[in-house]
């Protein structure tokens, strides 16, 4: 067919397997196993149909940038709310990654970025991590279009130190850096603090890992005024009412009650420390986790083999058939119950 020629071709992001089987054990998605903050129920069970006649402006895009605005102790102008920081990524690699120049991430990260790039027809480079899985902070000085990398990055759940973040932002003040901080609330520090000094860095963060509302499609990005304004002005060109009515104000409750928050990923933090010594003493080898997963690699048993059987067993995990990393697990972290069916169910598979 003729029109073929002009089609926009794309090999599309294949996120983890969301089976219909409500009984699986689900440890492959990085999803949160709690709940979200009590008050999302409360509000959910208050928001009224008639609501939806009108479109999800204000108030309930006001108020979930207050909340998140005096959280994080900065001003609305330097906030860019979207559904889900996918989107939030998206707009920004159609927004600041113009130059022709290629940009550069690690070659193990999150498998959306060199998706975007294709999409937006943005060249890459992707720099080796090292053999601990650390990114190189001086791999990220030579001339390019722009900068990409998770904190703690994805999948190996490896933190760079704070130093190392502001020396690849201070290495590029040409061009925008894009740090994603989608599991920073799992033991990280953040490097927001640092916005005020870059007006080239963007730090985006999300609540679907540590606020448990995958579900509800909520990121943000924080950053210079004028990053922010140029974001807007591509989102505005795309859609202007992205964030539904429902997510702007149940989004609110889960900002408001900070001691759940904190409770909440302090346990997962807990359970995945737990979880370390527990594979270590299986056999499995991993770089220290920062996010709600670990990243497992066993001394004697190819990792697609333990996916296959605990697949079979009712457990998922993630496993990618890619160079470096298909000796590896990325296990999330579960309740502790759900945990204790993933050791038992290695113990047998590993005897
Ligand atoms: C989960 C994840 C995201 C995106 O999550 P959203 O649900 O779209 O907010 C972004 N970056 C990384 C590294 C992730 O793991």
């Known amino acids: 067919m003729k029109w073929e020629e002009n089609v926009r071709r794309v090999v599309p992001y294949i996120p983890g397997e969301q089976p219909e089987d409500q009984n699986v054990i689900k440890l492959n998605t990085n999803e949160n196993p709690y709940p979200p903050a009590p008050g999302v129920a409360a509000r959910l069970a208050s928001l009224t149909p008639e609501r939806m006649r009108l479109y999800p402006a204000f108030p309930e895009q006001t108020q979930l940038a207050e909340v998140l605005a005096r959280k994080y102790q900065i001003g609305k102008e ?60 001086e791999d990220y000085r030579q001339p390019n279009g722009g900068v990409i990398f998770p904190n703690p990055n994805a999948p190996t759940g490896v933190l760079m130190d704070l130093s190392g973040v502001e020396e690849i932002v201070e290495a590029n003040r040409d061009v925008v850096v894009i740090v994603d901080e989608a599991y920073i609330d799992f033991g990280g520090t953040s490097c927001l603090p ?79 420390e ?12 991993f770089p220290k986790s920062y996010g709600n997963f670990i990243f497992a690699s066993h001394k004697r048993i190819p990792a697609k083999e333990i996916f296959e059987k605990l697949k079979a067993d009712g457990i998922y995990v993630r496993y990618w058939d890619k160079d470096r990393i298909r000796n590896h697990l990325r296990i999330t972290v579960g309740t502790d119950e759900q945990m204790e069916a993933l050791y038992r169910a290695l113990e047998t598979l590993l005897e």
């Open 78 to 137: 330097q906030l860019f709310i979207g559904v889900g920081s996918d989107d939030v990524l998206s707009l920004a690699f159609m927004t600041f990654f113009q130059s022709g120049r290629p940009v550069f991430f690690p070659d193990i990260t999150y498998s959306f970025y060199d998706v975007w790039a294709d999409l937006y027809r943005v060249p890459y480079e992707t720099k080796a991590l090292d053999e601990e899985f650390c990114i190189r902070p």
């Open 274 to 285: 737990h979880a370390e010594s527990r594979l270590r003493q299986l056999g499995f080898t």
């Open 194 to 272: 640092l916005i005020g000094k870059y007006d080239n860095l963007l730090v985006v963060q999300t609540f679907s890992k540590s606020r448990s509302m995958a579900g509800m499609r909520i990121g943000y990005a924080m950053g210079d005024p004028k990053l922010i304004r140029y974001l807007n002005d591509v989102k505005y060109s795309v859609n202007s009412y992205t964030m539904n009515y429902a997510a702007l104000q149940l989004g609110v409750e889960a900002v408001e009650d900070e001691a759940y928050f904190e409770e909440c990923c302090a346990r997962i933090v807990k359970t995945r």
